[in-house]
Nanobody, 127 residues
Framework: QVQLVESGGGLVQAGGSLRLSCAAS????????MGWFRQAPGKEREFVAA????????YYSDSVKGRFTFSRDNAKKTVYLQMNSLKPEDTAVYYC????????????????????WGQGTQVTVSS
């Protein structure tokens, strides 16, 4: 099992930047593909980004592609979501997720594929 704790959320003006972090503990972190999801009030949880175990492959939703960057530091057992050019529609609770995989280059893009979740961190973008 792995435990996940997100941090870095907050209030930012449109056009600004934030960097979210997700620190893992427990199982061997490098065995897990990681993902970020978000959920706005009254909406379903949606996929934001995914990264492979090695960090060599990433995948983004169309809504954040070119603005967000997902990275990981396996030595620090931490993943990061750098969010630039933020828009009011990015306002949501952001969740980190983990799934143990055997293929170093695979990643997951649906919430149902992830077994482990953090508690979430609020991101609010004002216009």
């Amino acid at each position: 099992q792995v435990q996940l704790v997100e941090s870095g959320g907050g209030l930012v003006q449109a056009g600004g930047s934030l960097r979210l972090s997700c620190a893992a503990s427990g199982d061997t972190f490098s065995m897990y593909a990681m993902g970020w999801f978000r959920q706005a009030p009254g909406k379903e949880r949606e996929f934001v980004a995914a990264i492979s175990r090695s960090g060599g492959r990433t995948y983004y939703s169309d809504s954040v592609k070119g603005r967000f960057t997902f990275s990981r530091d396996n030595a620090k057992k931490t993943v990061y979501l750098q969010m630039n050019s933020l828009k009011p529609e990015d306002t949501a609770v952001y969740y980190c997720a983990a799934e143990r995989v055997y293929n170093r280059e695979s990643y997951k893009v649906t919430a149902a594929e992830y077994d482990y979740w953090g508690q979430g961190t609020q991101v609010t973008v004002s216009s």
